[in-house]
């Protein structure tokens, strides 16, 4: 039997394996996500925000909130990619991997919306210095509820002033919590997650390690 070589692949504390035919590229795409299995009260189907952090046309890595089971349908749509579909094939501590369903057609044209990704993401960078919402570089925190529970939860975009956040618990509006060290108020829900404004405004050059410290 052929030995198939293989690279690693390390985002943060999880190191990825891949097939040399297959390449991945890494990346910080935000999306959103449901799995067949987590519904609300009403009996729908929750939406959660997630970031793709690599991408293939046969895997998608998913950095969080809430990680299904093993075999459970993911349904994703993700900026710049659209809809995928798909099963989760792996846990990881702070997220999984979809393995994508898709006939040929389908994935030459997921591949080739890969290769432009890869072609393309470090064109439009956003300045950091006059873009007043920031995406971490470290999306994983902890949230403090009001009832002293903590969860984790993943921090999709922040400023001096709040933050908007994805978990698995979603307080409701007015309630007090706290993003890291960060002691805030949620002030919005939308698709995926809550926007949580702080109580106080924070220094720009430390709220982003304030806020995902855990």
Known sequence: ???????????????????????RIIVRIPGRYLLADHRNASGERR????????LSSHEIGLAAPVIGKVGERVIADFDQLGK????????LERGFVMRVAAN???RRDLAAKIAWV????????PNRRVVERIVPAN????IV???GRVETCLVLDFSVTGAAISADTVPDIRAVVA????????????????????????????????????
């Open 1 to 23: 039997m052929a030995i198939v070589p293989v690279n690693q692949i390390e985002f943060g504390d999880v190191v990825f394996v891949e097939r040399q035919d297959d390449v």
């Open 47 to 54: 939406v959660f925000a997630c970031r793709a952090v690599y």
């Open 84 to 91: 995928v579909e798909g099963r989760l094939v792996r846990q």
């Open 104 to 106: 040929e057609e389908r």
């Open 118 to 125: 890869e072609n393309h993401k470090n064109h439009d960078a």
């Open 139 to 142: 999306p994983y925190s902890k």
């Open 145 to 147: 509820l009001a009832d």
């Open 179 to 214: 993003i890291g060290s960060v002691v805030g108020r949620v002030i919005r829900h939308f698709v995926g997650g809550f926007a949580v404004q702080f109580i106080e405004r924070q220094n720009s050059g430390t709220v982003e390690a304030l806020i995902t410290s855990e």
